[in-house]
């Protein structure tokens, strides 16, 4: 495993990321961490989430030859890791199968989670529904709107929605419900954070977690080209999958790192969620990163197409592969990703969520007739019929027909 990026006692990542909350959520962290640090070396404990991982979500996920795309590009050979095939249609199941993991080994008894395109709330719903743990779901209002399908999964599985009226009505403002709502309850309550975001332990937590993917597709393509990948890329939200997809490659210094994230109507207009190439360093839900914020340090409200992207912030980790240049960061307008999202369609017979859209628009974007004979690993993250009604409603195609 790689060890390039471990944070410090503190939970920093080079400057980035920290424990920025109130006195009352700070045993609470200091009691998850220290929980979380001895689980994670416990066999049961390993033995349990693999048993999961193999049975209840359908792992490894494979990794397929994306061929009529790299036909179509007529530059690299392209691989999709496919997380869009586990159960509950996204990569968010494997980190909420650790977190619930370690709630029940702490003894909480109430789970609460923020979402924004919904997958983070239906992967947290499905795995209180398996392990009987009463479920609140915060979620803005805009968001369950556009992500109308994942609300319903939500209460068939038994969750309780609690809509957000305030500020954007999205992901940012649903985190800042969720952590009012754990203050509060302190004693028997686990918030599943869902992306390398928040206050450490969460970022390298959730990265663990979701490192599943990185480790699978390295032994995976070592196997199919008998080398290691030029190119990873990988969409960024929060950053839970992209970092779970990088982390076991950080030390390959040949592998490029790309992250791709959702610039909305252009990173320069004020429509955009592209913190890194947009955004300043601040601080935003307990962690010091790159924020985007105006000139008195208010954070802004984000846009973009995709509920999952639609976030103001990052996880620290990325902050700091930016600023040391590991990785590099692009971002992709609404536009661009949905074009992607039919084009990825049509060729591949998959149909992306527009999360990796984002990711693949850049694929199609800077690797059209370059980088002959190199090999590239996207991840596809994520499904697309949460999606649908969006992209029909933007590509005018009356679902009523
Ligand atoms: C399919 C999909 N991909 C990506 C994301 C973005 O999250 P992260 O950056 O943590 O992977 C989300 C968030 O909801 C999602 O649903």
Redesign the pocket.
């Known amino acids: 495993m790689s060890n390039y990026n471990e944070p410090n006692k503190t939970g920093r990542f080079g400057q980035f990321g920290g424990m920025y909350v109130s006195e009352t959520l700070m045993p609470l962290l200091i009691e998850l961490d220290q929980a979380y640090s001895k689980i994670k070396k416990d066999k049961n404990f390993q033995k349990e989430l693999k048993d999961l991982f193999n049975n209840y979500v359908g792992r490894p996920s494979p990794l397929f030859h994306a061929a009529n795309i790299s036909k179509y590009l007529n530059g690299p050979k392209v691989y999709f890791k496919r997380d869009e095939l586990n159960h509950t249609g996204?990569?968010?199941i494997n980190n909420c199968l650790g977190q619930i993991l370690l709630a029940k080994k702490m003894g909480k008894t109430r789970i609460i989670a923020e979402t924004?395109?919904g997958?983070?709330g239906v992967a947290t719903a499905t795995v209180c529904a398996l392990f009987g743990l009463e479920c609140h779901i915060y979620m803005g209002s805009k968001d369950i709107i556009r992500q109308k399908p994942n609300v319903f999964r939500m209460k068939l599985l038994g969750a309780n929605i609690i809509p957000v009226e305030s500020g954007s009505k999205s992901l940012k403002d649903a985190m800042n419900e969720a952590l009012r709502d754990w203050i509060k309850n302190v004693r028997d309550t686990f918030y599943i954070i869902?992306?390398?975001a928040g206050p450490h332990p969460y970022p390298k937590m959730v990265r663990d977690f979701q490192s599943i993917i990185g480790i699978e597709a390295r032994a995976q393509i070592l196997v199919q080209e008998k080398k290691l990948p030029d190119f990873l890329i990988a969409?960024?939200?929060?950053?839970?999958?992209?970092m779970g997809l990088f982390y076991p490659f950080l030390n390959d210094k040949k592998v490029s790192i790309i992250g791709v994230e959702a610039a909305g109507k252009g990173a320069k207009t004020n429509e955009t969620a592209a913190t890194m190439t947009s955004g300043t360093p601040g601080i935003l839900h307990g962690s010091y990163s790159y924020v985007l914020q105006d000139s008195d340090g208010q954070i802004k409200e984000a846009h973009s197409i995709s509920a999952?992207?639609d976030y103001p912030g990052v996880g620290p980790e990325h902050s700091h592969l930016k600023k040391s240049q590991r990785a590099k960061y692009f971002g992709i307008t609404d536009k661009e990703a949905l074009k992607a999202f039919q084009l990825c369609s049509k060729l591949e017979g998959i149909i992306p969520?527009l999360?990796?859209s984002h990711a693949l628009a850049y694929l199609f974007k800077a690797f059209k007739n370059k980088h002959k004979n190199k090999v590239v690993i996207l991840n596809l993250?994520?499904r697309g019929d949460k999606d649908l009604f969006t992209a029909a409603k933007e590509l005018g195609f009356d679902t009523d027909e």
């Not at 969409?235 to 992209?242: D, K, P, Q």
């Open positions: 996204a990569h968010k924004g395109a997958q983070h869902g992306s390398t969409c960024v939200g929060g950053g839970s999958n992209a999952g992207l969520a999360e990796p993250c994520g």
